[in-house]
Structures are given as C-alpha cells and as structure tokens.
C-alpha cells in the first residue's frame, strides 16, 4: 500500500515509541532498572522510527518470501550503516555484538536479523494498514498539532543530544545564551542540560566504547576522510562513473549512449554517492584481504541500486534502468551479475584508486581547494535542481499536464521531449 508523507511521519513516532519499548524492557531485564535507551530524551528510539519508514518506503515492490529477506537485507545494511556513522561521528561504539555468532563487525548481528525481519513482514502486511486506518481516524487538524509538536520537540531534542554526545560544552551554552544580562542564568542551564543528557546516556549505553578519532594534517588540503574531500571523491566519482558506463554501453551494446544523471556534463550521481559511501564505510577495511571488500562491495552495491531505483522512480515517476530480462534479477532493479560488478568496483576502488587519487587531491592548495570546491558544489547543486525539475516536467507532460507556472514552461523551452530522450536514453514513465 502506499502512504502519504502525513502517514510516513506517523508511523515514524509509532514504531519509534514501539521501539523504545522494545529496547527499554529489554534493558531492565538486563542491569535490573529502568534505563532510557532511546538516543534522545524523549520516549522515541528514533533508529526504530527511521528503520520503519526506510522499510516501508523501499521494500514495498517485495512480495512473499522475497519480503523476508529484502528486510533481512534492509536491517543489516541500515544497522551496520547507522553503526558506522554513529562510530564515525561521536568516536563511540554504542552497541556491540562482537560475542555473537554471525556478526559483521559488531555492528550488526544476522541472527537477530532475521528475527526482526519476521516482525518487519508483520508490520508490512498488518501493522502498517492498521496503523493508516487509525491515522485517518483522527481530524486532520488535530492530528496536523500533534505532528508539528513532536516534530518540534524532536528537533530541539536532538540538537542537544548531539551538542552533548559531541561533549561541546561550550556550543550547548552558547545555543541558549538570549542576551548579556542573562548570561551567568544561561551558563548554569546550559551546564545543567549538558550534564544531564550525558549521565543519561552513560546510563543508556554503559557498554559504549571509546574509539580513536581521525587526526588531519594542518596546511594540508582535504587531509583524511574530511567534507572537502568527500566533494571531491564524490565529483570525481560521478565523472568516472558516468564515462565507464558509457564505454560499458559501448561494448556490450554496439552505441555511444548518454549515462548521465543531469542535463549539464558527464556526471552520474549514483555513482558519486556510491563511491563516497564506499570511502565512509569501506575503508576501514583497507588492509583486509580481498575477498572481504569484493562480498561487502557486491552486498552494500545491491542495496544501494535498489534503494536509488525505488527513490528515482517515487521522486521523478520514471524507471531509469530494468533488469528484468536478466537472469537472477530483483524486481528488475538489480541482478546478480552487476551486484558483482559492484564488489569488483570496491576492490579496485578502495585497494588501487583511492590511495593514488587522495594523494593528489591533497596537492591541490588549501586556499585554490577551498574556493573551487564551493565553485563546484554550487554547480552540482543547480545542475541537480534544474535535472529534478526537467524530469518532473517531463512526467507531467506525459500525463498531459499544461504549463501554467513560470519554471514549467522554462523547462518546456530547454528541455523538451527530445532533449530528455537524448540525456536519459532508458528512462520510462511509470505513472
């Protein structure tokens, strides 16, 4: 079934209240007391909330035992992902299942993993369609005020949280300094707050454990796994990827044909994002032996294809590539033998090209790095919009909707039938 956006954000403080439940009771059984186990005060474990929405969002198009293991899929790569991050940003470990068996990393263990998949399929075929029936129970307008609060009171939540888990005192105190007058009233409420998220969450995770942050090189450009050479990885990324699919197309297919993913140069943003998920996420594992980054390369390649089909096709109403008419094929969204692909890709990509190609975005002067960098990230940011817009144009044209706006009838002007066919060759209309 499908939900609307008011129906998603229920379901995300259902099943993130659900969750917090879930993981409450099960550490009272465990240090024998309550603990609050969600990351933020509120009684929401938003890792629950987001995993639920996530799920119902793109495994939708599973049926039957393929929803089973699509969520299986889903949970391991959510909860590895959402691990790594976490670890990465906060330089804390907060859950470990090192002492299971089939774990991956601690991070994730598969066991469990298939257990909660048996609660996902229940939440897809029963609890979802329950839920939405009592959503449209409740007035609109009631439900809208209810909504807007938690929303709110979310975001003030998690802004804390995060300024305490970082342990920046000093930013928790500034956030809520009003005026002068005020300040030594503000500092002490600020040290309060500070101090209380912090006990509560030692309480919550006593089992968290300290890792060793990355350390960066002063004077020197993009140093470490930093934002500014994320924007470049992911600029160089999406060159290369669009090129190597051209070329790919070339040989297989007999014809040059465009693989981009907007209307201005060769630039394939699936290929970008993958190539700065797989520097985030992969190159920990580095000096680990092949066969390890090719099985996690070919196992995070398939979710990721997956997920960016279904987002392009609710985003844009259009299927950018079918793999129906291969064998071993998931929905014809992604089959086995381009999975493959994709840990090849993440061996040669994290053992050969990254080390050579980090060198030498380093080279580049701080001052020149930073000033293009912003340059490029203001392009890729319009080229993205107009492409969003000139495939959401093309969707209502084809469903004979009229130009009334300004924008609509600029991107009949630029960009019209002939010129999408030309830069997306194998898009197809879904609605």
């Known amino acids: 079934m499908v939900l609307s956006n008011y129906e998603l954000i229920w379901l995300f403080f259902i099943y993130s209240f659900l969750g917090w439940i879930l993981e409450t009771v099960a550490a009272a059984f465990k240090q024998k007391r309550f603990v609050n186990k969600g990351m933020v005060n509120l009684p929401f474990c938003i890792i629950y909330g987001a995993g639920a929405v996530f799920i119902t969002i793109f495994g939708k198009g599973l049926n039957a035992i393929w929803l089973y293991i699509g969520s299986i899929i889903l949970i391991i790569v959510f909860k590895w992902i959402a691990g790594n991050l976490i670890e990465k940003i906060y330089h804390e470990k907060w859950w470990d299942y090192s002492d299971r068996p089939l774990n991956i990393d601690g991070y994730v263990s598969i066991t469990d993993s298939a257990l909660l998949a048996v609660l996902v399929v229940a939440m897809m075929k029963w609890g979802n369609p329950l839920l939405a029936k009592a959503f449209r129970i409740i007035p609109r307008m009631l ?30 105190k500034q956030l809520i300094k009003i005026e002068h007058g005020f300040t030594d009233f503000t500092t002490l409420l600020g040290e309060k707050i500070y ?46 990827g669009d090129i190597t699919e051209t070329i790919f197309c070339r040989v297989t297919m007999g014809v040059w ?43 995070l390649g398939g979710a990721y294809e997956y997920i960016c089909s279904v987002f392009t096709e609710i985003a844009f109403g259009k299927v950018f590539w079918d793999y129906s008419h291969l064998p071993f094929n998931l929905g014809g969204r992604i089959n086995l033998l381009f999975c493959f692909f994709w840990g090849i890709a993440a061996v040669v990509w994290i053992k050969v090209i990254y080390p050579k190609l980090s060198l030498l975005i380093e080279k580049i002067p701080v001052k020149a790095g930073k000033i293009l960098s912003w340059v490029l990230i203001i392009f890729m940011c319009c080229n993205m919009a107009v492409s969003s817009l000139a495939l959401i144009r093309s969707t209502q044209r084809k469903n004979d909707i009229p130009a009334e706006q300004g924008w609509q009838r600029i991107m009949d002007e630029r960009f019209d039938d002939e010129r999408i066919m030309q830069i997306y060759p194998n898009a197809t209309n879904t609605y």
């Open 257 to 299: 044909m465009s693989r981009s993913s907007v209307v201005w140069g060769d630039f394939s943003i699936v290929w970008g994002l993958a190539i700065v998920m797989a520097t985030i996420l992969l190159h920990r594992y580095r000096n680990k032996p092949f066969y390890t980054l090719f099985f996690a390369g070919t196992f």
């Open 143 to 172: 439900g809208g005020i209810i909504i807007w609060t938690l929303v709110i009171l979310m975001l003030i939540d998690i802004t804390a949280t995060v300024i305490a888990v970082c342990g920046k005192e000093h930013k928790a």
């Open 195 to 240: 101090s209380h998220i912090e006990k509560r969450l030692k309480r919550a995770y006593p089992d968290a454990k300290k890792t060793d942050a990355v350390k960066t090189e002063n004077g020197v450009f993009a140093s470490g796994c930093c934002f500014y050479k994320l924007v470049w990885l992911f600029l160089i990324g999406s060159f290369l």
